[in-house]
């Protein structure tokens, strides 16, 4: 069956000692993944409180970081979204995704309307990559992807 968090205090709480042990343990969110086999995307966003693991998933997930029962429990339940609180974000890593938001936010809207209509990309049925690659003009890149389903309004 399936359950839903309302308070999302406990599973901030199990993130804090879920990076906590990965840290110690020093792992990767790749290495976590791959036991959970799910793409480090989603897994590192569970563990962080923002998504529900298949139950073989949140059990492998435990056990590799060694937590018990009770954590794999949680990690399986429906989390209350959301992982910025109120406000302009603080974190400069986060807070440049919202300054590129504010920048071209407008600019995604235009482009995604004109070519598909009136609706949103969803952020359930959604895929997000993050790669390292290099820059011809020296240094490194980041490119990631951002990869939701249109879904159209409907008129009623």
């Given at each position: 069956m399936k359950h839903a968090q309302f308070d999302p205090t406990a599973r901030e709480n199990l993130a804090v000692a879920a990076v906590d042990a990965k840290t110690r343990k020093d792992l990767t969110w790749q290495?976590?993944?791959?036991?959970a086999g799910l793409s480090p995307a989603f897994v590192t966003a569970a563990v962080l409180g923002q998504h529900a693991l298949p139950q073989t998933s949140a059990e492998a997930v435990?056990?590799?970081?060694?937590?018990?029962?009770?954590?794999?429990?949680?990690?399986?339940?429906?989390?209350?979204?959301?992982s910025i609180p109120g406000g302009i974000?603080?974190?400069?890593?986060?807070?440049?995704?919202?300054?590129?938001?504010?920048?071209?936010?407008?600019?995604?809207?235009?482009?995604?309307?004109?070519?598909?209509?009136?609706?949103?990309?969803?952020?359930?049925?959604?895929?997000?990559?993050?790669?390292?690659?290099?820059?011809?003009?020296?240094?490194?890149r980041a490119v990631i992807t951002l990869d939701g389903k249109y879904l159209p309004t409907k008129p009623f």
């Open positions: 290495q976590i993944a791959d036991v435990a056990e590799l970081l060694g937590l018990d029962e009770d954590a794999a429990l949680l990690l399986q339940t429906i989390p209350t979204r959301g974000p603080t974190d400069p890593t986060i807070y440049r995704f919202y300054e590129m938001l504010q920048v071209y936010g407008t600019t995604l809207k235009a482009l995604v309307h004109e070519q598909f209509g009136d609706g949103i990309i969803s952020a359930i049925n959604f895929k997000l990559d993050v790669k390292k690659v290099a820059d011809p003009e020296g240094g490194e």
